[in-house]
């Protein structure tokens, strides 16, 4: 079966640091996304892992390790703007499979 | 398009009636996705084309959900006899790529509500 799991709701105060954690089981893996999904919006594209180890890109960092299923997400010096819903996917092929995303708020 | 677009934005229905949502994807991008949000949760994936095959169907709901891409570009998602439970955010996606490796590009969806 195909299970991707990430907490539902996580708060952080403007300008710290915070990590959304995904696991996932699925049948198949070719790669692990991660979208950012404003209220009402498209998500939109911010990180691919395809190996083990971390990725990063200006504020946003994201961390894979294969073998136990596991990624995160890493936000530095948070925005009241990173407000949002993430989703974790899991690239099964043929199509990105979805996590529930985890609703992001940022307070001052 | 610079982008992928879909219409209409928003769309209520009668239970009971049917619908067509509209998904334009960027031009060239082989790989067209459908997808439904409902309201906190994650994208579910309905179905999938490349070009005009349609090669999976295996999210579509019932048999009341139907979609087409006959010219491998436009395609459109038409639901009949629509019910309560078919209220949700119907995402449209598109990928250059034959696969999903390389991640999708997503329209901003129509919000469908049915009454």
């Known amino acids: 079966g195909q299970n991707i799991d990430q907490p539902t709701e996580m708060t952080a105060t403007e300008g710290a640091i915070v990590q959304i954690n995904c696991t996932y089981q699925?049948?198949?893996?070719?790669?692990l996304f991660w979208y950012q999904q404003h209220a009402g919006e498209a998500p939109t594209f911010l990180s691919y892992?395809?190996?083990?180890g971390l990725e990063e890109k200006g504020r946003f960092s994201s961390f894979l390790s294969r073998s136990k299923g596991y990624s995160y997400l890493l936000l530095k010096e948070l925005q009241m703007k990173d407000s949002a819903s993430y989703l974790c996917a899991v690239s099964n092929t043929d199509k990105l499979i979805f996590g529930t995303g985890t609703r992001l708020q940022v307070f001052p | 398009g610079a982008g992928v677009s879909q219409s209409p934005r928003y769309k209520v229905a009668k239970r009971g009636q049917d619908v067509a949502l509209r998904c334009d994807p960027i031009s060239g991008h082989v790989s067209l996705f459908w997808y439904q949000q409902a309201l906190g949760q994650g994208p579910e994936f309905l179905t999938y084309?490349?070009?005009?095959?349609?090669?999976?169907k295996s999210g579509l709901p019932s048999d009341r959900f139907f979609a087409e891409r006959p010219e491998g570009s436009v395609s459109t998602l038409k639901i009949q006899r629509t019910q309560q439970e078919d209220s949700a955010v119907y995402l449209c996606a598109s990928s250059l790529a034959k696969t999903a490796n390389y991640g999708y590009t997503f329209g901003s969806g129509t919000r469908l509500t049915v009454v």
């Open positions: 892992n395809v190996l083990d």
């Open positions: 084309f490349q070009n005009e095959a349609q090669l999976d």
């Open positions: 699925t049948s198949g893996f070719n790669g």
